[in-house]
Every structure is written in C-alpha cells, then in structure tokens.
C-alpha cells in the first residue's frame, strides 16, 4: 500500500516537471523504500536494481538519484567517509518535508536516524534576526552507540 502510494506521487512529480515516469526511475524509488532506514550508496541500489532491471547502467543509477534528490524525493547524506548515501525523502515517508538528523557511531561506524527536529526555533531566529530563509539543513552528532559504551566499560 505504501509503495503505491509512493509511485503515485513519483508520477504526480515527474509530469510536473514534464519529465517521463519509467520503469527504472520507478524502480529506484522501490529499492530505496523497501530498504528504508538504510543509508545506500549508488551502488548499493546498482545491484539491487540490476537483478530486476539487468540492462541498467550504473550511470543512469547516479543520474535517477540525482533528478529524485533535485525534485527532494530521496536524501543524500555524506556520512565523512568518502560516499554519498540515500534514503527515501521524507516528503514521500509523511507528505510534508521534515529534516531528521544522524547519530553516526565512531566505534563501529552504524548510523542511527534521530528524527526529533528541535531545529525550528533557530531556523525562525535567523530568519528574523537575518532575514535569511533557510531551505533545508543537516545535521551529525559523532558519539559511541550503546553497544560500543558497553563494550568500553
């Protein structure tokens, strides 16, 4: 029900933008959103999206990915470690955009969503303190998970 949901407003955004709804394009979609809450590089979802969609290349991955972040349907993170990861947006999870942040372990390098955005406030002091709109953000808190404390007691 939620995939259909998502494919519908990939369409609705696609003809917007006077772009064609594809099969590929589609099926990128699908693979970030049956592995939601993991943080893909490209070719991650390459040999995802290559076992149904063999004839894929793994440059048409990088531009899909690339029209769906512009049109803010996935996110991109850069998580320092030399790749640039997606996930599905959150436009597409609840319909309003919304920033979560990412709790990134230096102990065994698992990343953790926090989608407590407490950031509004700040955003609304720059805007009238500044006058600057601020469109989008990111944020990282670098730490140890609670395996990793564990494992240093």
């Not at 600057?132 to 240093?152: A, N, Q, S």
Request: aromatic share 6%; with cysteine; glycine share 6%.
């Amino acid at each position: 029900m939620e995939e259909k949901k998502t494919e519908e407003l990939l369409k609705k955004k696609l003809k917007e933008k006077g772009l064609k709804v594809t099969h590929q394009r589609l099926l990128i979609l699908s693979v970030l959103e049956q592995n939601n809450g993991k943080h893909m590089t490209a070719e991650d979802i390459y040999e995802l999206v290559s076992e149904e969609c063999p004839e894929i290349g793994l440059a048409t991955v990088y531009r899909t990915l690339q029209l769906l972040w512009d049109m803010q349907l996935v996110d991109r993170i850069n998580l320092d470690d030399g790749c640039v990861r997606y996930e599905i947006g959150h436009l597409l999870k609840d319909g309003a955009k919304h920033n979560h942040h990412h709790l990134i372990c230096r102990g065994c390098n698992k990343v953790i969503p926090f989608d407590d955005d407490l950031l509004d406030n700040l955003e609304r002091h720059i805007e009238e303190s500044i006058g600057f709109h601020v469109l989008d953000h990111e944020l990282k808190f670098y730490g140890l998970c609670r395996e990793c404390m564990k494992k240093t007691k």
